[in-house]
């Protein structure tokens, strides 16, 4: 979608191959409902302030007004829509304190995840990985696979997750995580980008293969921070897309 139609929600669908990577579970229409919109806010298919039409989501995706509202509700939670009761439904905008927060939230955990993997012995997690960044290499220099690759790099990081049993934490975290995620994709077909997420994913995984704590410690530190520091870069290039803009 491009930055002019921001008025309705679009209604069309975009398939994946790979729409989750850990859930094999058949999953309610609530969940079924959640995951889509949520996907479509991150990868900006639904950009800041579209209105969201109830009775044309729940025509879309087939489901009554009860899974649907729960389903807003738990978007709102995340900070990824703004509910006006008796009025209107619209995707946020980018709050940078909150992504900020989140960020730094994220920091701390992936750390503590890549430094415990790096202490075991187990390579499992380390070929599941490596097979992702396979599946990214071969999305590059290609536009149409832009929004695999982005899903892609969320596996990456899931998979990291599930090695140490953290799951749960991670799936409490993917859920704070949506304006950042949002400005991830705003970054993610400029030149370079792409290449450059999958080197810090490699590096992240060598450091771990080697069984080095500290230096998986500082690749994911410096695999994380790109995006953070380019805010104020993303902000002037699209100042529609956030609040609190100067």
């Keep these: ?12 669908s975009v398939s994946s191959p790979l729409r989750s990577l850990s ?11 959640y995951n889509d919109l949520r996907r479509r806010i991150i990868d900006l298919e639904l950009v800041p302030n579209t209105v969201l039409s109830r009775a044309e989501l729940a025509t879309f995706y087939n489901v009554s007004q009860s899974p649907l509202r729960e389903a807003l509700q738990r978007l709102e939670r995340d900070g990824l829509i ?21 960020q730094f939230l994220r920091v701390a955990l992936e750390i503590e995840v890549a430094s415990r993997l790096a202490e075991t012995e187990n390579s499992d997690p380390v070929k599941r990985a490596s097979m992702i960044i396979r599946m990214q290499e071969a999305c590059l220099n290609d536009d149409s696979q832009t929004d695999l690759f982005n899903e892609m790099d969320r596996a990456f990081h899931t998979c990291l ?5 953290m799951e749960n934490l991670n799936e409490l975290l993917v859920g704070k995580l ?5 400005c991830q994709r705003l970054e993610l077909p400029k030149a370079g980008r792409m290449e450059a997420i999958i080197l810090g994913h490699k590096e992240i995984l060598q450091a771990i293969e080697s069984g080095d704590a500290n230096e998986a410690a500082k690749a994911t530190r410096q695999h994380l921070t790109g995006t953070i520091l380019r805010i104020s870069t993303l902000q002037a290039e699209n100042p529609e897309y956030f609040t609190n803009y100067e």
């Design 1 to 12: 979608m491009t930055n002019h139609d921001q008025n309705t929600a679009p209604l069309q």
């Design 23 to 33: 859930n094999h579970a058949i999953t309610s229409p609530t969940t079924q409902v």
């Design 82 to 102: 703004k509910v006006h009761p008796q009025s209107k439904t619209l995707v946020s905008m980018i709050d940078v304190q909150q992504l900020k927060e989140t």
């Design 161 to 165: 997750f599930e090695a140490v049993g």
């Design 178 to 182: 949506g304006h950042l995620a949002r």
